[in-house]
């Protein structure tokens, strides 16, 4: 087949439970989000790689810390293929906005892998997609669990717990998830290693807390299998007042869950990384999801979605 052009895609996604618990052994709850979307396209051009995104536009191998985890990866991959890192143009277009903890970087990873096996041709398995992504992955994040590679390379609902094999699972909620971005960057990497201090400096009650996100996580994936609206919002609730305890929310995404509770959402939650980035609010339906998003909008959130939890499907 002729090296002419490649295309790969991935979607966002959401945690819905077990952030950062999750890094230290504990199961999480992840959707995939297909509101939102990379598109990543691989054609032919003379000369060093080139890279066109949002962030830089230029030669790979001279892009910014920011973009390291993707440029070590195509170098990876393109070593592994047996090809030369030349002769091609990657440029990357994304709907999913970038650093607020609904999985850019992974999918911007997933994306590229995706386009070069096409424009190179070759096979690349799943297990492949996620080894690449987890090779980005780990420059970017420092320590991360895998849940973002897992639930974006897979596009399914995900009971994740790390170094095991992955559980999907069905969601068979009557309800909607609204997802609101701060406009804030998140900052995953500083949290992610601030808690880790932290924890080191307060274990009895560090370990306490991870141990409870948890255990909610562990009721949240029955609450969804069950229907159990009410519960899954309670126990979202009592997420986000131990993210904010272990330092890893902030006072925008608190004023934001404040004010979708106030607004009748039956939970919600920071969601991802934390300290900034985006929040969920499970509400009953789509026009409290309406109603909630516009409130949120006022209050300073960039944008919003709803999410259908019985078929995953943006309700926008
Ligand atoms: C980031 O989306 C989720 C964190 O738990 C980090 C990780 O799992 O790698 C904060």
């Known amino acids: 087949m002729e090296k002419n052009i490649g295309v790969g895609r991935a979607l966002g996604k959401i945690i819905l439970m077990g952030e950062h618990a999750v890094v230290y052994g504990q199961p999480a709850l992840a959707l995939p989000f297909p509101a939102v979307e990379t598109k990543a396209f691989i054609s032919k051009r003379p000369g060093p790689v080139q890279l066109d995104c949002i962030y830089y536009k230029d030669e790979l191998v001279k892009a910014p810390d920011i973009l390291l985890g993707l440029s ?149 994936k029955e609450a969804v299998e069950n ?9 979202m609730n009592q997420a986000h007042e131990i993210l904010d305890r272990l330092g890893v929310s902030d006072p925008g995404l608190n004023q934001l869950v404040g004010q979708a509770r106030k607004e009748g959402a039956l939970g919600a939650k920071l969601t991802g990384g934390g300290r900034g980035g985006a929040i969920i609010a499970l509400v009953k339906n789509k026009e409290d999801g309406l109603k909630i998003g516009a409130k949120l909008k006022d209050a300073g959130a960039r944008n919003t979605w709803i999410y259908n939890l019985r078929d995953g499907k943006d309700d926008k």
Not at 104 to 133: C, G, H, M
Not at 146 to 154: E, H, L, P, V, W
Not at 227 to 235: I, P, T, Y
Request: net charge negative.
């Open 227 to 235: 229907n159990q609206l009410e519960v899954l919002g309670q126990a």
């Open 72 to 220: 070590e990866m195509v170098k990876g991959i393109v070593e592994a293929y047996g090809e030369k890192l030349e002769g091609f143009e990657i440029r990357i277009e994304s709907t999913i906005p970038p650093e607020r903890g609904l999985g850019s970087s992974a999918a911007v990873a997933l994306a590229t892998s995706r386009a070069l096996y096409k424009y190179f041709n070759k096979p690349l398995s799943y297990e492949d997609q996620i080894k690449w992504a987890g090779v980005s992955e780990k420059i970017v994040h420092g320590n991360p669990s895998g849940i973002d590679s897992a639930t974006i390379g897979g596009e399914e609902a995900l009971y994740y717990i790390k170094g095991q094999p992955f559980q999907s699972f069905e969601m068979k909620l009557d309800g909607y998830l609204l997802v609101a971005d701060s406009g804030r960057k998140g900052q995953t990497k500083e949290a992610v290693s601030s808690l880790r201090a932290w924890i080191e400096d307060n274990p009895v009650e560090g370990e306490g807390l991870i141990k409870e996100l948890g255990d909610l996580a562990r009721l949240s």
